[in-house]
């Protein structure tokens, strides 16, 4: 019988972080012998640390597994073996190859040195856009759920971006170096329109091209965290974004006004971000709403003066947001300060369940779940031309093409900066790691680095035997 391949992994019970156990396990059978034609062996280098591997070692997630289980959603690493190497190339399932530096998404079980995952879960390391693999491992999970958040539900990606895009990876991929955005002329138009013919017409090109879009307000809380600063990567390149973003801290407003200096908002020389559109959340609700109320007025003159139509300002004028991406809830629910045909996109609660000890207080919890959490009226959402849409990106796991579909788009609409890595953690200190992020002082990613230096020593020995 072949010896099965070891690995080291992290495991636990929900209910306490510190139930974490750091195990060394031989469970992996050899792709070759194991019949999984899709799957794809990484050696993980480097694993991302997300608020959700909290929630669900604590038992507050509703997709952890039942039983002992391994955390863990985001990873980068080597390819150590594929099923189809030397098979027929008519029975190749994919592209990877033996050596080949990538990123994955998995449900959970990325907490480990190893993991044999389908193909459709991994993608090539980007390293044409500055990735390494400690960055790689801070990206897929936050980059994705941004994406998916701000693309798919909040609509922020107007339709004549993308087929300037296409034109720009058109004229690229036939060796024209020319780096100009825009769809100059009738010539350019109609070029572009011969490879698209059976989806547009010409008039409807034009349209789409020519169509003036309308400035939003697209408020992100946790701007400087993993999630909100790929937001703010997205929102940077653009048309027509006016940001406003809230942090903890006020050294994250700091970091974000140093990041983001030299930014300007898409085609102005406006800067991207300034002192009055970062919010340092004050602890209670009423004098939060005073903070959201003066950001929303600076950045309506704002969109006044960028406009530059004094006889028609009161159209450009706004007394809320038009999308809100929102991960804290709580006492930081902002719904009722969207604009006519505002988008709510809500995808966590860290306020409602904020917790810094190594359990969760269940009569806190319960307390708050019955007495604290937010209403809506959905009659008044009819009224006011709103709407609320949640999302859990754990839902995509299973629906591969749709997943697919989404990273495809995800790498070639915007052009991604490699993550802010706040702080890396040695593999065997993940619960040092998990309590760091729990303590929300962190900036950025917080990811652990595997060492395989054992594994090399091993195989030493093993050919030293032979």
């Known amino acids: 019988m072949e010896d099965k391949i070891k690995r080291k992994v992290w495991k636990l019970t929900a209910g306490k972080l510190s139930n974490l156990e750091l195990c060394e396990v031989e469970d992996l059978i ?12 990484v050696k993980i280098t480097h694993i991302g640390i997300n608020f959700a591997d909290v929630f669900a070692c604590l038992g507050l997630y509703s997709a952890t597994p039942k039983g002992e289980f391994i955390p863990g959603l985001e990873f980068s690493g080597i390819v150590e073996d594929v099923y189809h190497e ?21 449900r959970f079980g990325a907490y480990s040195t190893r993991i044999q995952i389908q193909h459709y879960y991994l993608v090539k390391l980007p390293e044409h856009f500055g990735f390494n693999l400690e960055s790689g491992a801070s990206f897929i999970a936050q980059a994705a759920t941004a994406f998916y958040g701000l693309y798919e539900l909040g609509n922020i990606i107007p339709t004549s ?10 004229k690229n991929k036939n060796n024209n170096n020319n780096n100009n955005d825009d769809i100059e002329d009738e010539d350019d138009q109609n070029k572009l329109l011969s490879s698209n013919s059976s989806f547009y017409s010409t008039d409807l090109m034009k349209f789409f091209v020519n169509k003036k879009e309308e400035y939003k307000i697209v408020f992100i809380h946790s701007a400087a965290g993993g999630v909100g ?37 898409f085609s102005t020389n406006q800067p991207f971000l300034s002192s009055e559109q970062i919010i340092v959340r004050k602890k209670t609700t009423k004098e939060f709403l005073v903070q959201v109320d003066e950001a929303i007025k600076f950045s309506s003159d704002l969109i006044i003066s960028l406009v530059d139509d004094e006889e028609n300002e009161d159209l450009y004028k706004k007394e809320g947001c038009d999308i809100i ?21 809500i995808y966590g609660a860290a306020d409602y369940m904020s917790y810094t000890s190594d359990r969760v207080n269940w009569f806190t919890l319960g307390y708050n779940y019955l007495f604290k959490r937010s209403s809506i009226d959905p009659y008044e959402m009819i009224t006011n031309n709103t709407s609320m849409l949640g999302f859990n990106l754990i839902w995509l796991i299973h629906k591969i093409d749709k997943l697919s579909e989404l990273l495809y788009l995800m790498l070639n609409l915007i052009d991604w900066e490699p993550p802010v890595v706040g702080k890396v953690f040695p593999f065997e200190d993940c619960l040092e790691a998990l309590q760091y992020i729990q303590s929300g ?26």
């Open 30 to 41: 050899p792709l070759r012998n194991s019949g999984k034609t899709t799957h794809v062996q």
């Open 86 to 106: 030397k098979d027929d190339e008519n029975l190749k399932k994919h592209d990877f190859k033996v050596n080949d530096k990538v990123i994955g998404l998995t």
């Open 161 to 170: 971006f993308i087929i300037k895009k296409l034109q720009n990876n058109n």
């Open 229 to 265: 600063l790929n937001a703010l990567n997205m929102c940077t390149q653009i048309p027509n974004i006016i940001i406003i973003g809230t942090v903890g801290r006020e050294e994250k407003k700091d970091f974000l006004l140093e990041k983001y200096k030299d930014k300007k908002i």
């Open 325 to 345: 991406f929102d991960a804290i809830a709580g006492k930081f629910f902002l719904f009722d300060k969207l604009n006519s045909t505002g988008r709510y996109i």
């Open 441 to 466: 002082n962190s900036i950025g990613k917080v990811v652990l680095e595997v060492n395989h230096e054992e594994d090399n020593d091993e195989q030493k020995n093993n050919k030293n035997n032979k």
